[in-house]
């Protein structure tokens, strides 16, 4: 998994964890730790969650073959 990767998949955990609190306890962390969420700090982090969910998409259709098989050595050799 590529740094990029796991940038995105780190910022869509973020959300959904967001998301989870505010549905169950209507409590948005995120507005929280950054003081509201019309401060730019906050809007920045809602807007990298919204890309980052967009660009996890792509992982949706890629192959799963080259799921399990990126970054395995063992499995490049022939």
């Not at 910022?11 to 507005?31: K, P, R």
């Not at 949706?60 to 050799?77: D, T, Y």
């Amino acid at each position: 998994m590529s740094g990029l990767q796991r940038f995105a998949l780190a910022f869509v955990i973020i959300g959904a964890i967001n998301w989870g609190l505010i549905g169950f306890f209507q409590f948005d962390l995120v507005a929280a730790i950054f003081g509201g969420q019309d401060t730019a700090l906050a809007r920045i982090v809602y807007g990298l969650v919204g890309l980052s969910g967009l660009y996890c998409l792509t992982l949706l259709f890629k192959p799963s073959e080259e799921f399990s098989h990126e970054g395995n050595p063992e499995h490049n050799r022939a």
